[in-house]
């Protein structure tokens, strides 16, 4: 018998309950200021990993231009803080924090540069949420991805 190094905290993490709402398969369908007049079509999956140590979420859209992703989602117990920490096909690693609210998933980044924060609301009892993005390079927030995301799993 082959015993897994650390299984003892393969638990769920309770500061991790409020996105519950977030796990299964999603089709996703939006819009991006840099590639007007498109109508963006993909898919979005949010699994426990770990016995619920983490929620890891994997996105890609049916656009080159848009980026398939994966993310890590977990909490600092001292902060009261939950970190996503993204990476994509390009290369890019960034990390943000996360609201954890049981009718919204929110999350940001506040870099001198290059700042980010992205909302999705929970609509239809958990069928549908509709995701407003936005990004500052310097003293202005513009629009950035928008999606709306549809259970399907």
């Not at 190094?5 to 819009?31: M, R, Y």
């Not at 840099?34 to 656009?63: K, N, Q, Y």
């Not at 998933?105 to 999705?120: H, I, K, L, M, V």
Request: aromatic residues 10%; charged residues 25%.
């Amino acid at each position: 018998m082959v015993n897994t190094i650390g299984h003892e905290a393969a638990i769920p993490n309770p500061a991790l309950k409020p996105l519950s709402f977030l796990v299964g398969e999603w089709a996703t369908e939006g819009s991006h200021p840099l590639l007007a007049g498109r109508i963006l079509h993909g898919r979005t999956s949010f699994a426990w990993s770990d016995g619920g140590a983490f929620l890891v979420m994997r996105s890609e859209i049916d656009a080159p231009e848009v980026p398939s992703g994966i993310a890590i989602l977990g909490t600092d117990i001292d902060t009261e803080e939950c970190s996503m920490l993204y990476f994509d096909e390009r290369g890019v690693s960034r990390r943000y924090i996360v609201a954890l609210r049981s009718d919204q998933w929110q999350w940001w980044r506040d870099t001198p540069g290059f700042s980010q924060r992205f909302t999705a609301e929970l609509l239809d009892v958990g069928k549908r949420m509709v995701g407003h993005g936005e990004l500052n390079r310097g003293n202005r927030w513009e629009p950035d991805l928008q999606l709306t995301y549809t259970r399907v799993g």
